[in-house]
């Protein structure tokens, strides 16, 4: 059917365009859900598009909606909303009744993620099937390609868009609450449609055959290549390839399941770069060429061919049309995901997980040969693969883009759990457990073949863990904690030692599996043994592992060891890096002990540490003592738990601690970072980085401006100096030429005037930026400061003078003339002297 927008003028949209502007929102609820029930679909199908859009926003982010993200429980409409979008809400009986009619809504492809959109420019099939038999190709060209999807899709596609579109938020909010209205629907309708207990509920609604209508069945030759393919009986036959949608009717209600999923997976996780793209190639050749390597295992012994052989003719028939290569220049698309939209991602990954756990063992533990329609329901089935193979890729690619482009802060840890909950499923099984510590609970050996088709998910980004966490400033609590956790996730029993077989099964040389099965797979009754069967499962553990790496890596990557001699060196610079932030964070708390002990009445007269703040280099403001004792503690454990997973043994954590040097002194607190010299000044290296970082040394930061504008210190009069400034600008101003002259002069009364008129400190200054030495030239010239007799250490130094002299007989007058007298022999000995006390 025709898109909406060819249809004759609704008056009943019109109405509620008028209303949207008039009515609350609870009134406006009120009257759609009568219009829902009382009209009929022809009616309703003009005004659903609108609906959608007043409801979740524009494509394009310029019509808001009902801001679903910033909707929380503590709002009066909250309710409203929650009501009118539950599963079994008015809205969701409006998408059954106008799909019972087979109506059709149209996409721009423009607003599909990067990869998909410049496959269907390009002409070829892109990977999901969700986008299968639905374009729309109109008379103006191929720039304005649409989608055509049932109401169903149209809804699922403007609900999971709505969390990617650009929002802009009124000050003061932002949309990253676990408790809005949209992160509660995203976990409504993953309950509903993706039950971990019974089925999928039927809709409300039936067409003239008694059911709603699902999408028209898929083709079998449309291979489901776009979801990891992980043994020959998945290649092979595809549950969701029925013949007939209304054939079973189970089958038929799964669809929904189905396309939440694939919407959801497609929406929010299917952005990748340029290079990605191009290093994974086309699915469809990693497809074929994963036929060929399970057909070449499967045979007799016969003699090797090249790894590109045999795979041309598949591809050839796996694509529906040839075409040029795409354009590179359309994969290109800016992607920063929020935290927001990486919470309800892994939202979606627990949800996954439990109900992919709660497959019935009998049914988990029987071969896939042995499943047939009568037995085991589609839903069944569809808990089976559903995390393999609609999530793993796209997730993979996702969390590598987040781990390598997102900030170095705290924030990363909506990262870091969503990852850390992929790896983890068996926190997932719903099984009711006696509590234990994550250390104490040993992994089962039944996830063997997860962490193995998962393997990727555990090394490489593991390794890219390591780069991050080497840069982080760990004296932070909260990076010491995300260490702490990877440490603590990878510690648990038995997970390491799994980990550890599944890359020997990837590094198992391919032409001895060749040799292993001369007379390929046979049973005992064929005369074989049971010995080949055993190597028919390790032949196909090894597959299945090496398939998972080519279909995430490509077929050239380079495979780099979790447990090998380069990574373990970059857990041993990780471990020098936690010992150094142990040590320092030990030596910011002592230091702030220290400067509390100090703290007395004194220091109200500048008798105390002159120092603006009082803190120690690389220390935050959240660095109290209680944050310091967290950071020790989690660094702790997180050396305890890194010994443990690489088998490092107390001495050589001794002897690693030990080889830090001089870097563990407190001396080297006032040395310069790590530095090389540049054409502009110093630059830091990567170690003097990290020094700063972790507080182990730092540059002496001090005031390059003109001394007399310095901020008025907490032991100066306001007053006095803004007067004693006013008065030596106008001295300076009339006799400046006077003085400099004065201080141009080389013999004894040039250097007398140098030492009165001049700042002595400029000689001991440290080097300077070319930009900050112009402006330091201007501030020496000679002048008068009057600026030091506004501090009242110097006020309570003269009036204990003057308290002497009164002691002593002597009146102001005399007082006066002796303090100038005593300042002026000072200066004079200074001079006279200066040099030679110096050298001593």
């Known amino acids: 059917m025709a898109a909406p927008t060819l249809q004759q003028p609704s008056f009943l949209l019109a109405n509620l365009k008028a209303d949207a502007t008039t009515k609350p929102l609870l009134q406006r609820c009120q009257d759609l859900v009568k219009i829902i029930d009382d009209y009929p679909a022809k ?34 409409e909250y309710n409203i909303v929650m009501d009118f979008l539950n599963p079994s809400g008015p809205m969701m009986k409006l998408v059954y009744k106008l799909q019972a009619e087979e109506y059709k809504y149209e996409i721009p492809v423009n607003y599909l993620p990067g990869p998909v959109k410049a496959c269907i420019q390009e002409g070829v099939l892109p990977d999901c099937p969700l986008f299968h038999n639905k374009l729309q190709f109109p008379l103006s060209g191929l720039l304005s390609l649409n989608l055509a999807l049932n109401p169903f899709e149209f809804f699922m ?33 993953l309950k509903y449609f993706l039950p971990s207990e019974g089925s999928v509920p039927p809709s409300p609604f039936s067409d003239s055959r008694g059911s709603v209508t699902a999408p028209s069945p898929r083709s079998s030759s449309v291979t489901f290549a776009g979801y990891g393919v992980h043994s020959p009986s998945l290649l092979k036959h595809h549950i969701f390839h029925q013949p007939s949608v209304n054939a079973d009717p189970a089958a038929q209600e799964i669809w929904r399941s189905e396309t939440l999923l694939q919407m959801f997976v497609e929406i929010w996780l299917h952005h990748y770069s340029l290079d990605m793209y191009q290093k994974l190639q086309s699915p469809q050749v990693k497809l074929a060429l994963l036929q060929y390597r399970l057909s070449m295992s499967s045979m007799p012994c016969q003699p090797h061919a ?50 992919s756990n709660s497959l019935k063992p009998e049914q988990l533990s029987s071969s896939p040969s042995a499943h047939s329609h009568t037995h085991t329901s589609p839903l069944e089935e569809f808990k089976r693969v559903v995390v393999q193979r609609f999530v793993q890729q796209k997730l993979y690619l996702f969390l590598q883009h987040c781990f390598s482009h997102w900030p170095l802060d705290a924030s990363f840890r909506a990262v870091l759990e969503t990852w850390l909950s992929y790896i983890q499923p068996w926190r997932y099984t719903g099984e009711k457990t006696n509590p234990q510590p994550d250390q104490n609970r040993t992994v089962p050996e039944k996830w063997e073949s997860f962490v ?71 049973t005992p009754s064929q005369g074989g043994s049971y010995l080949s069967s055993r190597q028919k499962v390790v032949t196909d553990m090894v597959f299945r592992v090496k398939s998972h790496v080519y279909a995430l890596e490509g077929q050239d990557c380079q495979y780099k060891q979790m447990f090998g001699t380069e990574l373990r060196g970059a857990v041993m610079k990780l471990i020098q890096i936690i010992a150094q932030a142990r040590q320092t964070a030990k030596r910011i708390s002592d230091h702030s002990s220290e400067v509390a002990a100090n703290t007395s009445f004194l220091s109200w007269f500048g008798l105390g540490s002159s120092d603006l703040n009082n803190t120690f280099s690389g220390a935050e403001p959240e660095e109290s003592g209680e944050c310091l004792k967290k950071t020790h503690e989690f660094l702790d454990r997180a050396l305890e738990n890194l010994c443990q997973i690489f088998k490092l043994t107390q001495g050589q954590l001794t002897q690693l ?29 990567d170690l003097g980085r990290r020094q700063i970082m972790n507080g182990l040394r730092r540059f002496d930061i001090q005031y390059q401006g003109d001394p007399e504008l310095q901020p008025i210190r907490s032991y100066e009069s306001a007053l006095l100096v803004r007067l004693f400034y006013r008065i030596s600008s106008l001295v300076n101003d009339r006799f400046g030429g006077h003085m400099n002259a004065l201080c141009s002069r080389p013999d004894f009364l040039g250097r007398l005037g140098r030492r009165y008129l001049t700042d002595h400190d400029s000689s001991t200054k440290l080097k300077h ?26 006020m309570l130094l003269l009036l204990l003078l003057y308290v002497f002299g009164a002691l002593m007989s002597f009146g102001p007058v005399s007082s006066t003339v002796v303090i100038l007298a005593g300042g002026l022999l000072y200066g004079l000995v200074m001079t006279l002297f200066g040099d030679k006390l110096k050298t001593h």
């Open 43 to 76: 009616e309703l199908h003009l005004i659903f598009p609108w609906l959608v859009e007043s409801v979740f926003g524009s494509l394009d982010g310029i019509i808001a909606g009902w801001n679903l993200r910033l909707l929380h429980s503590r709002s009066n």
């Open 452 to 522: 193995q088709e998962n393997l990727l998910m555990y090394t490489k980004l593991f390794q890219v863990f390591l780069n991050r966490a080497v840069r982080t400033d760990l004296v932070n609590a909260k990076n010491a904690l995300m260490v702490f956790r990877v440490a603590k996730v990878f510690a648990q029993p038995n997970l390491a030692d799994m980990i550890q077989k599944g890359e020997q099964l990837f590094l198992e040389p391919e032409h001895v599996l060749h040799h292993r099965q001369p007379r390929g797979y046979l």
């Open 657 to 685: 601690i030990s080889n830090l040097g001089s870097s563990q002194d407190d001396g080297n607190s006032k040395q310069l970072p790590d530095c090389i010299q540049g054409e502009t000044g110093l630059i830091l290296t």
């Open 157 to 189: 596609f403007n609900f999971a868009f709505c969390l990617i579109t650009p929002k802009i938020y009124p000050q003061g909010q932002h949309g990253s609450s676990t408790d809005s209205a949209y992160f509660v629907l995203v976990d409504t309708y």
């Open 769 to 794: 930026s070319p930009l900050s030495r112009r402006g330091l030239e201007r501030n020496r010239l000679p002048r008068l400061s009057l600026r030091p007799l506004a501090s009242y250490r110097t």
């Open 306 to 355: 090249p790894p590109g052989s045999g795979t041309l003719h598949t591809y050839q028939v796996l694509l529906p049309f040839h075409s040029p290569p795409p354009l590179w220049g359309l994969l290109e698309e800016p992607f920063t995901p929020t935290e927001e939209h990486v919470l309800v991602v892994r939202l979606l990954v627990k949800h996954l997980h439990a109900f």
